[in-house]
């Protein structure tokens, strides 16, 4: 099992920044990929980054440039840096880990809101 917990959303003005956290715990030795989606109201939830454990990162095109995923492997957390924020940002964001092993899993948080205002 593996439990993931998410901080670091809240109220941001157009052009601002906000940096997103989320601390894994439980089995985190079987943590192959973290990510970051989010879903805004009415739309499905989306890919905005992941990072995979040999350091490989991948983004959506909506972040690319303007987002960067990162980890701290010593604090089994990752890092979602957004600058630039634009109004279209706005969405709960949810933390994912994918795990490997005899029986893959995927874990969600619980989301953390970002605001972007105009």
Known sequence: QVQL???????VQAG???RLSCAAS???????AMGWYR???GKQREL?????SGGRTTYADSGKGRFTISRDNAKNT???QMNSLK???TAVYY??????????RTYWGQGTQVTVSS
């Open 95 to 104: 933390c994912n880990a994918d795990t490997s092993g005899h029986t893959p």
């Open 5 to 11: 917990g998410e901080s670091g959303g809240g109220l």
């Open 26 to 32: 439980g089995s985190t030795f079987s943590i192959s």
């Open 39 to 41: 879903q805004a109201p």
């Open 87 to 89: 109004p279209e940002d």
């Open 48 to 52: 905005v980054a992941r990072i995979f």
């Open 16 to 18: 601002g920044s906000l």
């Open 78 to 80: 990752v890092y979602l």
